[in-house]
């Protein structure tokens, strides 16, 4: 479990996400790459959920989200979820058609992903005219964990992103059109 305080640095270097949900026995997963922090303490973030999506149903009806930070070995996984929607399938959802694996998380409905490097728990702050406008949601993380291989305190009560040695396990930052970044060499400034 990662100090609430800590939370924002698990998207600080911007990461395309994989929003998971759920409602009323239904659940659904899409990718979004338009996602930062906003805030420390209590920690907020936001991420655009566009009116046409199934997920968006299913957040504003349930009032929370996760946010599922995936890696390269998930980028095929990431394009995939967002190319369709799970509101097309009939008798079954994107989890099962692919075979996904889960776990639950403590405070929300929404099921997290395994495989990820990271998860924020989120529970929606209502802001209707950003989200009817902007398709701009605003949540408090309530909860917030992450693979310590890549991501860990160093004793110090503060929390750095390492990749060396886990190719497989970098973040992955979209640009467009199914191009993406890995996340790459980490670099500590001096002056601070
Ligand atoms: C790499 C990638 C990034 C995306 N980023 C966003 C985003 O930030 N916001 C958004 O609303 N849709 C984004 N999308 C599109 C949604 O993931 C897509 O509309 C998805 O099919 C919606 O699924 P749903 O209807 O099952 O919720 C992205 C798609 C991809 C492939």
Redesign the pocket.
């Known amino acids: 479990m990662i100090k609430l305080t800590q939370a924002y640095r698990l998207l600080n270097h911007g990461p395309?996400i994989l929003v998971s949900s759920s409602f009323n026995g239904k659940q659904?997963?899409?990718?979004?790459?338009?996602?930062m922090p906003l805030d420390f303490d209590p920690p907020k973030i936001c991420?655009?959920?566009?009116k046409?999506?199934?997920?968006?149903e299913l957040i504003e009806a349930s009032g929370s989200f996760a946010i599922n930070v995936p890696c390269v070995a998930q980028v095929d996984l990431?394009?995939k979820?967002?190319?369709?929607?799970?509101?097309e399938l009939q008798g079954t959802d994107?989890f099962a058609e692919n075979q996904l694996q889960t776990f639950a998380a403590k405070h929300i409905a929404a099921p997290l992903l395994t495989g990820c490097v990271a998860w924020l728990e989120c529970k929606i702050i209502p802001e209707p005219h950003n989200q009817n406008t902007y398709?701009l949601f605003i949540a408090e993380v309530v909860a917030a964990y992450a693979d310590e291989r890549v991501f860990s305190n160093k004793g110090n009560g503060q929390y750095h992103w390492h990749f060396e040695g886990h190719d497989a396990l970098r973040t992955i930052h979209?640009v467009a059109g199914?191009a993406?970044f890995a996340a790459g060499k980490s670099i500590q400034a001096q002056n601070t």
Do not use: E
């Open positions: 395309t659904n997963i899409m990718a979004a790459a338009w996602n991420v655009v959920i566009d046409k999506t199934y997920t968006r990431v394009t979820l967002g190319s369709y929607s799970g509101r994107k398709d979209h199914g993406f």
